[in-house]
């Protein structure tokens, strides 16, 4: 039988704290952990080796050898033995003859063996001397349900570990254990509390967890007078005896994952409780016993149903750690604010919005969660950022008056021609607000927050646009190309890579600006405003798009009905719905249907509804899929580890729980956060004024909905706000401001300078404007002007020589010759992507005035990473005009120019002398749009040398060559992949392992800003590659962030009968950092989020929440 799954919280207490905390005293560990040990390198030396004689030793470990039994002999040999481990080895039986001559012995540890019973107990009972004794993780308990009595005359026995077996009852004569202080007996099949504990007076530590049907602790349990620590998470108590409250010693109680509703009457007893974990319980009320216990340190009571604190929570005066996270609280009591220990403080998952004043004392909460709240005061944004920020924030208001300000972002995304411009100005025209035609032609916006600047659009007044041709608009099937192909595919379904040049070659220009942003009042009285992001439908515009989708925003989807045909559920839907969902796992989404008026009644219906019922089968398709690798990881973890270690051909061959459990843990998010669809497609027609003002009311009820978006109301200190409409006041044209024209504004709004740091931070993080506090040279500027900015983005999307030439050509001053090499420049930069910083400016002219300009902008470029500078010496100020940069979206030649790369251009040429290391990422859903090129952007810190292709780079780490390659999907059934590889020869692998370590770390980091794609990562067989197997073996990329196994030299490949691959090709010689296969990061200062996503429009806040997670439990499981 499988061995138990231990309920998840006891999981995550026994990761957490049981190695950390447990106090067992005596003699040392004779052995270092596994884990702890250094990775890869062989065991360290037995302490005694070194110490002849044999007779004599003391102390000997042999963990880890893949011992199937001990010799007679050398039990004979060492009768001096007191210390002895033989953890993880393969004993099946007690070595019992060797046992024999081991009568000194104090210590034995056989865990992790496979051990089924201890026969009649008599090799054990031998040893009179044992005082600590450790069988957990065997299959104790599979021969017979209990163990043999003979195991109670070890009478000197103070420590006893029998966890992780399948022990459905202990010896009776258990209770005689007289010396016995510590016990763990957790996750087992015991079906009661056994009674023969209650004998065991000396007892000071007792573990119970994970034995599930446990289901009721016995009075008398009030026996154990000196017990210290008692765990029994997830045992299935439903309620606790009145006899436990006389433990009065008891320092450590752990009753998470239980079915408790309250706490017996006398709990208070408990005066010198430490810590109280009642996580994951039913409890409605906060138990007020828990008040009267002073000394409390550590409370947790996450996931239970508590809607309100206790006023006196303050009581607690020692409180360092308190876990409030997914209750259902609304308010947190003022003296919350008192606790003026506290370190750790989670919130999250609740029903807050707002935080007692003075909340920022707290100043020492090291540790803060408070994401998914319906914060309004201080606002989401502010709350994220810290304790700090609500502190500055509270002062703020102490200063000045609140105001309130609802505002939304809205996002119209589509395929191009779907009409969402045209839906946009019918939007705002319907209120009156008109877009300035002038600054549309020139590729900007309305100034946001200046709606005294609007001009006539030049359209007749009042009534609808006009549609430019209507004719034109049947035609959208010559323009999808780029994300085509995926609609009828099974699920998981492989991707087009959006095939930029060919799209953008077929297609008129007119129309295409780019993305655009602007404000929409969409509700004068209520104040109500959108801040409307157009995107482009364009895929030349994916490396910058995907910064414009962040969470808390409304999407509306637009599809031309007109156009529409089933067989194109996927390019004009179905994709766009991939791609929202894995940059935000949980967007609210509303469909919305154009050009209604080129339909008939009937064909409008059919098309709704075909689109809908393609949605629906599209969700459930990917549901299935992942429940379906949920399902599986659940069998691998049903399985034992050493089973799964010894068998290479299986899925999670070596995996280890943890990372199984994250991976789970990381499938369950992703179920758990489907994209939102609000309604049916909405049918709309540019002409219908009542489709327009229904669309818009659908818009604002959306909007003010306060389930969607609970925290639409923030309230902003004043002077915030005045702050905001100073700097996109009509005369704040300029493209940025420097901090100190930012701090004469502060000024004006009231905001001496040091205020202003928190005020900027936090339009910073709402996505007003820009404000890089962290970054060295940017955090001396504010960048302010949005449209601008978003402007210059665009014109290094819009791939189109003549757009480009006549920027640069633009001056009429230009001479042939200087036309001519101008002209070289853009040919070089649409095939190669590179541009001199000079030429650069010259693009960007009438947003860059000044070479001050240019070079923010290019720094700013860079650490957005959609350039990188080509020649720049690393930490060397930028060289304005010498520089050239480099834009890897355009880079258009197939594979890199070869001779850049000495050693050839093809890693498998190499094959007779190196082993090659190759790490493959597979995308099955949808391979995010624009990571190849971030990713090559992002990798140019770590090589040099490099040459890059539209799909390949050619690199080297040092005097190691490394490849990254890009491989669209060939056929339904293979998905994209993107890969990292190296080579060297076997003794020096670990130059390779050097070489793509970082690479593999950088892509981790970048794929967290994709908090709900799915992907996989495998190592794949350097042997497969070696002999130019078409269709390698591979083995999981969980691998890479575990340790090599002890022991351990070589791995079976599957793929070839029995060819052996040495461990150093499977396995880097240190593990990474961040487990590969999961998006749920561990690390991550504010820093790094701020540099990875160019924060501007609030990526983030659903991987901080993972990071969290994982960075608190290893397990990982919490999430979602
Ligand atoms: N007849 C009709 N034409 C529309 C409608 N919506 C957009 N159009 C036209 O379709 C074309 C593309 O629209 P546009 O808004 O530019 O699409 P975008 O690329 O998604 O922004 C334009 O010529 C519009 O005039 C509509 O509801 N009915
Ligand atoms: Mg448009």
Not at 297 to 305: A, D, P, W
Not at 574 to 601: I, N, Q, R
Not at 657 to 662: A, E, G, T, V
Request: glycine letters at 8%; one cysteine or more.
């Amino acid at each position: 039988m499988a061995q138990t799954e231990p309920p998840k919280a006891a999981r995550l207490w026994r990761d957490a704290a049981l190695r950390a905390r447990k106090l067992r005293g005596g003699p040392g560990e004779p052995e270092p952990e596994p884990d702890e040990g250094p990775p890869g390198g062989p065991p360290p030396p037995p302490p005694a080796a070194r110490r002849p004689p044999l007779g004599e030793l003391e102390a000997l470990n042999l963990s880890g050898r893949g011992l199937e039994e001990l010799p007679e002999e050398v039990g004979a040999a060492l009768s001096g033995l007191r210390v002895l481990s033989l953890r993880r080895n393969r004993l099946c039986r007690l070595p019992a003859a060797a046992l024999r001559h081991l009568g000194r012995l104090a210590e034995l540890d056989l865990s992790h063996n496979r051990l089924r019973g201890l026969g009649d107990g008599r090799a054990l009972a031998g040893l009179r001397g044992l005082r600590k004794l450790s069988l957990s993780h065997n299959e104790l308990g599979a021969e017979s349900p209990g163990l043999p009595p003979r195991l109670a005359e070890l009478a000197r026995l103070e420590e006893l570990d029998l966890s992780f077996n399948r022990l459905r009852r202990l010896p009776e004569g258990l209770g005689c254990l007289r010396h016995l202080r510590a016990l763990d007996i957790d996750h087992n099949l015991l079906p009661c509390f056994p009674a023969p504990l209650l004998e065991l007076a000396a007892l000071e530590e007792l573990d119970c967890s994970g034995n599930r049907h446990l289901g009721a602790l016995p009075e008398g349990i009030a026996a154990l007078r000196r017990l210290k620590i008692l765990w029994l998470s997830g045992t299935g108590l439903a309620a606790l005896p009145e006899g436990l409250c006389q433990l009065g010693a008891l320092e450590s109680l752990m009753l998470d994952g239980n079915q408790l509703r309250t706490l017996p009457a006398g709990f208070s007893g408990l005066q010198r409780l430490k810590m109280l974990n009642l996580s994951s319980n039913l409890l409605g009320e906060f138990p007020a016993a828990i008040l009267a216990l002073p000394g409390l340190e550590e409370l947790y009571l996450s996931r239970n149903q508590l809607s309100v604190l206790p006023p006196r929570l303050c009581q607690l005066r020692q409180l360092r750690t308190l876990w409030l996270d997914n209750n259902r609280i609304r308010y947190l009591p003022d003296s919350i604010v008192l606790l003026h220990s506290l370190e750790e403080l989670v919130l999250q998952g609740n029903q807050i919005a707002i935080l007692p004043e003075g909340f920022g004392q707290l100043s020492r909460v090291t540790l803060w969660k408070i994401k998914d709240n319906p914060l309004i005061q201080p606002p989401y944004e502010v709350c994220m950022k810290g304790i700090p920020y609500i502190a500055a924030y509270q002062q703020e208001l102490a200063h000045s008056q609140p105001a309130l300000k609802p505002r939304l972002k809205l996002v119209l995304m589509g395929l191009k021609d779907a009409g969402k411009t045209l839906l946009r100005r019918c939007l705002m025209e319907e209120n009156g607000q008109k877009e300035d035609a002038g600054s549309l032609e020139a590729g900007s916006v309305q100034p946001r927050g200046c709606p005294g600047q609007q001009q006539d659009s030049g359209r007749a007044a009042g009534c609808c646009p006009v549609p430019e041709d209507a004719s034109e608009q049947r035609d959208i099937c010559s323009h999808v190309p780029s994300h085509q192909g995926k609609g009828e595919r099974p699920c998981p379904a492989p991707s087009l890579p959006p095939d930029a040049s060919q799209v953008s070659s077929g297609l008129r220009l007119s129309g295409s600006k780019g993305i655009e942003v602007m404000d929409w009042t969409a509700d004068a009285e209520r104040g109500l405003t959108f801040i409307v992001y157009e995107l482009a439908g364009d895929p030349t515009y994916d490396v910058i798009q995907s910064f414009f989708l962040s969470p808390g925003a409304l999407y509306v989807l637009v599809v031309n009905l007109s156009a529409y045909v089933p067989q194109h559920f996927y390019p004009s839907v179905g994709y766009f719905l991939h791609w929202l969902g894995s940059k935000v796992p949980h967007a609210v989404v509303c469909m919305v249907g154009t050009h209604a008026d080129l339909c008939a009644e009937r064909e409008l219906e059919e098309k709704c509804l075909d689109i809908h019922h393609q949605i629906a089968q599209q969700e459930k398709r990917d549901a299935e899929g992942l429940q379906s690798l949920v399902q599986q990881v659940d069998e691998a973890l049903g399985q034992d580890f050493d089973l799964r270690c010894s068998s290479p051909h299986t899925a999670f061959y070596g995996v280890s729980d943890k990372n199984l459990r994250r991976k789970k843990a990381q499938f369950q998010y992703l179920l758990n956060h489907r994209p939102q669809i609000l309604s049916p497609v909405l049918p709309f027609s540019c002409w219908d004024h009542c489709q327009v003002r229904r669309l818009r009311d659908k818009l604002l009820s959306v909007a003010e909905h306060r389930d969607i978006f609970p925290n639409l109301h923030r309230v902003l200190p004043k002077s915030w706000q005045v702050l905001e409409e100073l700097h996109f006041q009509p005369q704040a044209q300029q493209l940025w401001l420097s901090w100190w024209d930012s701090a004469r504004l502060g000024l004006q709004a009231g905001l001496t300078e040091d205020r202003l740091q928190s005020a900027l931070s936090y339009l910073h993080e709402s996505g007003k404007l820009l404000y890089f506090e962290e970054h060295l040279t940017l955090r001396e500027y504010v960048f302010h002007n949005l449209p601008r900015l978003i402007d210059i983005l665009n014109v290094f999307c819009q791939r189109d020589a003549t757009v480009l030439l006549q920027k640069l050509l633009s001056d009429t001053h230009i001479d042939e010759l200087r036309a001519t090499q101008l002209h070289h420049y853009v040919e070089g930069f649409l095939l190669h992507g590179l541009l001199p910083a000079h030429v650069i400016r010259l693009l960007l002219k009438p947003h860059i005035q000044s070479r001050e300009d240019l070079q923010l902008i290019l720094e700013l470029l860079e650490k957005m990473g959609l350039c990188y500078c080509v020649n720049k010496p690393k930490s060397k100020p930028l060289n304005g005009a010498a520089a050239w940069y480099k834009f890897p979206c355009y880079v258009k030649n197939e594979v890199p120019h070869a001779e850049a790369w000495i050693n050839g251009a093809n890693l498998s040429g190499q094959s007779f002398v190196v082993e090659q290391l190759q790490i493959e990422y597979s995308f099955p859903f949808i391979f995010p749009p624009g990571l190849f090129a971030r990713y090559s952007v992002q990798i140019n810190s770590h090589v040099v040398q490099r040459s890059d292709g539209k799909y390949q780079i050619y690199a080297y780490r040092g005097k190691v060559p490394v490849v990254v390659s890009y491989r669209p999907a060939r056929g339904a059934l293979q998905p994209d992949t993107l890969s990292i590889a190296s080579h060297a020869s076997l003794p020096n692998i670990w130059t390779a392992w050097q070489a793509i370590t970082p690479l593999v770390e950088e892509l981790n980091v970048l794929l967290q800003e994709w908090p709900g794609l799915y992907y996989t990562v495998h190592v794949l067989c350097s042997k497969c590659l070696k002999r130019g197997s078409p269709n390698p073996h591979s083995f999981p990329g969980e691998l890479l962030s575990q340790p090599r196994p002890e022991g351990l030299t070589e791995i079976i490949c599957p793929k070839n009968g029995s060819e052996r691959v040495n461990v150093a090709l499977v396995y880097p010689p240190t593990p990474t950092v961040i487990s590969p296969c999961s998006n749920l990061a561990f690390h991550h200062d504010g820093d790094v989020l701020l540099i990875c996503v160019g924060i501007w429009w609030r990526t983030c806040q659903s991987q901080i929440n993972h990071q969290y997670w994982c960075q608190r439990f290893s397990t990982g499981e919490e999430c979602g």
